[in-house]
């Protein structure tokens, strides 16, 4: 069991914790390469087994599906690691580790109980990334998110011992969604991939994370619900669906969002929808583009966070309304981020293209139109939000007189790297096709794929143009916009305000009345206190015991008579 990947992070977390700092940062560098070097040594047919209280655990096995993933997470935490090169903050640099290697140990997993454990790993040790940053706002925000992903964890369970107790079996593996205990992992996974109404956990509390966590967050906690979507409930109709909703519904919110993390996290729920929707298809075309999209979406969403992230650290604002002009100083930050836009709006030769073109394709091939238009629809949204807007309004639009020096020179290395390899994988996707879960019979850039993107592409820019000249794209504005969480940041504290006043009322009440009753009875109890002070036999002391019990019982049986007791 040392070349399981989980165990290198753990072991390298506790190395890096008890080496001095200046050696702390080539440890945790050193950790991903490490392991990505077992990873691709590694026996793809590994599996171990270990028996625990009568059950056969899994916590360690390896297929195509998990492989990719693996790399993936390997790849994400490399670059992370080297944009995080300045922190020197001891919980942030144990969780870089703790993180994905909890994200390895799920990915990896082939049994309920031990993906729980991961899984809730993976929840307590990203909080850091967001307490970290130590302002209230970010407090409050990781208090939210871990009890969201604690419940998540608890639902997981939960579904986890109905199938123990219905059927023995908890491996992790294809399932039906009337099967007992099924619905309760779909719950859990959900919040963790973000579905509609259980999204508000991501929007709340990755903006409030420290400019390098944020860029460790959006590459494990989500991607690891799409795959376990993927290894679970691939083909599921209703994830069609969600997938669909999940695309569209975040645009509206991101094109009216101040904050461009918070816009980054709309994006990001919208990605995942092109992945639910194409795990929902199940065709192996339709999986294949969603691992594939889940993979380029943690290097162009991270791409686009690590520049959001370097022009939090110069500036230490992340408001479109007061960002802007920074272009004059930052150029190398703004041609990078432009790299990263370009890739998650899907142009042709990025790495968008060539993912998010397979979903949109078995869509078509499913017969399932509408929803393909539905999806061009997102498609579009997504190059206004995120392709348009984050560029425009942090590095152009009106001058802010900010004049912040250009990102330090190891955040310009991770961003590099990572432009590096959306251009690679846009130019010679086939590199990547070869590791997907199935063999891969599809070319991205025929003539009808390549021009209707470019159409869509246009016509988004022009409509962009067109509102901004107009004045009818909505501005900038110094506010905090409430979807969903609304219900427990407003209506929530409201109820319990009112019950918290209704309980101090009763309490008074109550206070009032048991005063009365003692003020009546303590003259009595004085007159007859002797008789208490008396000797009692034990056979006295038995009976009114037991007369006490039967007139408990009595008024138990009678209360069972009545209607509805």
């Given at each position: 069991?040392?070349?399981?990947?989980?165990?290198?992070?753990?072991?390298?977390?506790?190395?890096?914790?008890?080496?001095?700092?200046?050696?702390?940062?080539?440890?945790?560098?050193?950790?991903?390469?490490?392991?990505?070097?077992?990873?691709?040594?590694?026996?793809?047919?590994?599996?171990?087994?270990?028996?625990?209280?009568?059950?056969?655990?899994?916590?360690?096995?390896?297929?195509?599906?998990?492989?990719?993933?693996?790399?993936?997470?390997?790849?994400?935490?490399?670059?992370?690691?080297?944009?995080?090169?300045?922190?020197?903050?001891?919980?942030?640099?144990?969780?870089?580790?703790?993180?994905?290697?909890?994200?390895?140990?799920?990915?990896?997993?082939?049994?309920?109980?031990?993906?729980?454990?991961?899984?809730?790993?993976?929840?307590?040790?990203?909080?850091?990334?967001?307490?970290?940053?130590?302002?209230?706002?970010?407090?409050?925000?990781?208090?939210?998110?871990?009890?969201?992903?604690?419940?998540?964890?608890?639902?997981?369970?939960?579904?986890?011992?109905?199938?123990?107790?219905?059927?023995?079996?908890?491996?992790?593996?294809?399932?039906?969604?009337?099967?007992?205990?099924?619905?309760?992992?779909?719950?859990?996974?959900?919040?963790?991939?973000?579905?509609?109404?259980?999204?508000?956990?991501?929007?709340?509390?990755?903006?409030?994370?420290?400019?390098?966590?944020?860029?460790?967050?959006?590459?494990?906690?989500?991607?690891?619900?799409?795959?376990?979507?993927?290894?679970?409930?691939?083909?599921?109709?209703?994830?069609?669906?969600?997938?669909?909703?999940?695309?569209?519904?975040?645009?509206?919110?991101?094109?009216?969002?101040?904050?461009?993390?918070?816009?980054?996290?709309?994006?990001?729920?919208?990605?995942?929808?092109?992945?639910?929707?194409?795990?929902?298809?199940?065709?192996?075309?339709?999986?294949?583009?969603?691992?594939?999209?889940?993979?380029?979406?943690?290097?162009?969403?991270?791409?686009?966070?690590?520049?959001?992230?370097?022009?939090?650290?110069?500036?230490?604002?992340?408001?479109?309304?007061?960002?802007?002009?920074?272009?004059?100083?930052?150029?190398?930050?703004?041609g990078l981020c432009i790299v990263g836009a370009a890739s998650i709006s899907a142009f042709p030769l990025f790495s968008?293209?060539?993912?998010?073109?397979?979903?949109?394709?078995?869509?078509?091939?499913?017969?399932?139109?509408?929803?393909?238009?539905?999806?061009?629809?997102?498609?579009?949204?997504?190059?206004?939000?995120?392709?348009?807007?984050?560029?425009?309004?942090?590095?152009?639009?009106?001058?802010?007189?900010?004049?912040?020096?250009?990102?330090?020179?190891?955040?310009?290395?991770?961003?590099?790297?990572?432009?590096?390899?959306?251009?690679?994988?846009?130019?010679?996707?086939?590199?990547?096709?070869?590791?997907?879960?199935?063999?891969?019979?599809?070319?991205?850039?025929?003539?009808?794929?390549?021009?209707?993107?470019?159409?869509?592409?246009?016509?988004?820019?022009?409509?962009?143009?067109?509102?901004?000249?107009?004045?009818?794209?909505?501005?900038?504005?110094?506010?905090?916009?409430?979807?969903?969480?609304?219900?427990?940041?407003?209506?929530?504290?409201?109820?319990?305000?009112?019950?918290?006043?209704?309980?101090?009322?009763?309490?008074?009440?109550?206070?009032?009345?048991?005063?009365?009753?003692?003020?009546?009875?303590?003259?009595?109890?004085?007159?007859?206190?002797?008789?208490?002070?008396?000797?009692?036999?034990?056979?006295?002391?038995?009976?009114?015991?037991?007369?006490?019990?039967?007139?408990?019982?009595?008024?138990?049986?009678?209360?069972?008579?009545?209607?509805?007791?």
């Amino acid at each position: 069991m040392t070349n399981a990947p989980f165990l290198i992070f753990f072991a390298g977390a506790a190395i890096a914790m008890a080496v001095p700092l200046r050696w702390r940062n080539g440890v945790l560098l050193a950790v991903p390469v490490i392991g990505l070097a077992n990873l691709l040594a590694m026996d793809p047919s590994q599996q171990w087994t270990i028996e625990w209280l009568g059950l056969q655990l899994v916590p360690f096995t390896s297929d195509r599906l998990s492989f990719i993933f693996g790399v993936l997470f390997h790849i994400a935490a490399i670059l992370a690691t080297i944009f995080a090169w300045h922190v020197q903050d001891r919980p942030q640099q144990a969780a870089a580790l703790l993180y994905p290697g909890s994200a390895l140990g799920a990915v990896f997993a082939g049994d309920l109980l031990t993906l729980f454990v991961f899984w809730e790993c993976l929840a307590l040790s990203s909080v850091f990334f967001i307490t970290a940053r130590g302002t209230p706002l970010a407090i409050k925000a990781a208090i939210r998110y871990l009890v969201i992903q604690v419940l998540s964890g608890v639902l997981l369970l939960s579904g986890t011992l109905v199938m123990l107790d219905h059927s023995g079996q908890i491996a992790v593996g294809p399932l039906d969604i009337s099967q007992p205990g099924a619905k309760l992992l779909l719950l859990a996974f959900g919040i963790k991939a973000a579905f509609p109404m259980l999204h508000n956990w991501l929007t709340d509390a990755y903006p409030e994370a420290t400019p390098s966590g944020t860029v460790f967050l959006c590459a494990f906690t989500t991607k690891v619900a799409v795959y376990i979507l993927a290894r679970t409930f691939s083909g599921l109709d209703l994830l069609i669906y969600v997938g669909g909703i999940m695309a569209c519904f975040p645009i509206f919110y991101a094109v009216i969002e101040n904050d461009l993390r918070r816009v980054l996290g709309y994006s990001m729920i919208n990605q995942i929808g092109f992945m639910v929707c194409g795990i929902g298809i199940g065709t192996e075309l339709a999986v294949n583009g969603a691992v594939a999209h889940a993979f380029n979406d943690v290097l162009f969403k991270g791409l686009l966070l690590m520049s959001m992230g370097a022009v939090l650290f110069r500036t230490g604002e992340m408001r479109g309304s007061e960002l802007g002009g920074l272009a004059r100083t930052m150029p190398k930050t703004t041609g990078l981020c432009i790299v990263g836009a370009a890739s998650i709006s899907a142009f042709p030769l990025f790495s968008g293209f060539v993912s998010k073109s397979m979903v949109m394709a078995a869509l078509l091939i499913e017969h399932h139109e509408i929803l393909w238009l539905a999806m061009l629809f997102a498609s579009a949204g997504v190059f206004h939000h995120a392709g348009i807007k984050i560029p425009y309004f942090a590095f152009f639009a009106h001058d802010s007189g900010k004049r912040p020096d250009e990102a330090p020179a190891h955040m310009l290395v991770a961003m590099s790297l990572a432009a590096v390899l959306c251009v690679f994988i846009g130019c010679y996707p086939w590199l990547l096709y070869s590791h997907l879960p199935f063999a891969v019979d599809y070319l991205p850039f025929d003539i009808p794929h390549v021009v209707e993107q470019l159409q869509i592409l246009f016509f988004s820019a022009l409509a962009f143009v067109w509102l901004q000249l107009s004045g009818i794209y909505p501005p900038e504005l110094r506010s905090t916009n409430l979807d969903s969480e609304w219900l427990y940041r407003k209506v929530c504290p409201a109820v319990y305000a009112v019950y918290y006043r209704s309980a101090q009322h009763a309490r008074k009440g109550f206070y009032h009345a048991v005063t009365g009753l003692a003020g009546m009875l303590t003259p009595m109890a004085r007159q007859h206190s002797y008789h208490l002070l008396m000797p009692w036999s034990v056979r006295g002391i038995v009976m009114i015991t037991m007369g006490f019990l039967g007139i408990i019982l009595l008024l138990f049986y009678l209360y069972s008579r009545l209607p509805g007791g």
